[in-house]
């Protein structure tokens, strides 16, 4: 089983006094030093006109990585696809996976936001078919260029034959991944995909979802192990007092951010999250992987049956806000002294 970092979001906390400009700088050198500790794969993520700046433009972040990294995989976790324009994704991606000499992990999603699609399109009602149309155009961008169009019918050019240039490091073009949790999705991901990325799913949940991949995959006539399976949750060990406390406020903020940006529209203020209740924060320690690097090994190691050898287990270690001596440390911590345990530990 793989072991990934991420997801790198660059929000800006609104109790973090630094500017874009080192919040970015940040999010550079924990990707260098992911590649330095042994992680696999280092993870971005995106949306679009939040508050807090979350990360809107994935490719140059992960172009920037590659030109100061020689080893680890460059996955997005995930790149809106509904609301891009294929061929320009086409000739963006190609171009980073050239400079990461054929790094690059292209994550795919739908997408779920109305302001979203109300500023950069996408928002059809097909937005299955869309993604699907996509990756077919890449597919053919990436091999010997398009005949006019592609087989779904949605995106259409009136010049036959374009050659889309460069073209990726690897010949055939760069592996596709969905992320998915609705059981459509989740066929799709196994009819067309070449990997799966699961969001904070525990080991039942995610060997639930794989199993509705792999058996869509064998009905579209492929191999179902081809498909790569991935999962992130949210994961953060350290050795001296409560490991909770350290995080409890900013793994509060992602998941309170997550659901407050989805009605959300022409917000300019960042805002803080209002107190948890008690059953509040139950809940949300429940999902988060927190303890000693001893107990955080022994709940990742959980998925490594599920997953696999070629799986990839992505600890969302990436705090807004937190302190940035802590963020290296705990990122250390996971390299240094998780890892190891997971990759030597005896598989259940």
Request: proline share 6%; charged share 25%; no cysteine.
């Amino acid at each position: 089983m793989h072991f990934g970092y991420g997801l790198i979001t660059a929000q800006h906390h609104p109790d973090d006094a630094r500017t874009d400009v080192e919040i970015y700088r940040e999010a550079l050198e924990l990707a260098v030093e992911a590649e330095r500790i042994g992680f696999d794969s280092v993870w971005t993520s995106e949306h679009h006109f939040v508050d807090d700046g979350y990360m809107p433009s994935q490719l140059p972040v992960l172009a920037a990585i590659a030109a100061r990294t020689e080893r680890i995989l460059l996955g997005t976790g995930v790149l809106l696809a509904p609301m891009f324009d294929p061929l320009h994704l086409a000739e963006d991606a190609a171009t980073v996976d050239v400079l990461s000499n054929g790094r690059l992990v292209l994550g795919l999603g739908l997408g779920w936001r109305d302001e979203e699609f109300a500023g950069l399109g996408g928002a059809d009602g097909h937005k299955g078919r869309r993604l699907e149309s996509m990756i077919e155009v890449l597919r053919q961008a990436w091999a010997d260029g398009l005949v006019g169009g592609d087989t779904a019918g949605l995106f259409r050019y009136r010049e036959p034959g374009l050659s889309v240039t460069p073209k990726p490091a690897r010949p055939g073009g760069l592996p596709i991944w969905i992320g998915a949790s609705a059981p459509r999705a989740l066929e799709r991901a196994g009819r067309v995909a070449d990997g799966y990325l699961s969001s904070g799913a525990d080991p039942t949940k995610l060997a639930q979802r794989l199993e509705i991949v792999r058996r869509a995959a064998a009905g579209a006539g492929r191999d179902p192990g081809s498909v790569t399976g991935a999962v992130h949750r949210v994961t953060f060990a350290w050795r001296d007092g409560d490991p909770w406390e350290r995080i409890r406020e900013h793994a509060r903020y992602i998941t309170w951010k997550y659901a407050e940006m989805t009605d959300a529209r022409g917000s300019r203020a960042r805002r803080r999250p209002p107190r948890m209740s008690a059953e509040e924060e139950a809940e949300l320690r429940g999902r988060t992987i927190v303890g000693t690097p001893e107990e955080v090994a022994e709940q990742i190691e959980a998925y490594r049956e599920v997953l696999g050898p070629d799986g990839h287990f992505i600890v969302r270690s990436y705090f807004p806000g937190l302190d940035p001596a802590v963020q290296r440390e705990a990122l250390r911590i996971l390299g240094d002294e998780v890892r190891p345990l997971i990759a030597t530990g005896p598989a259940r």
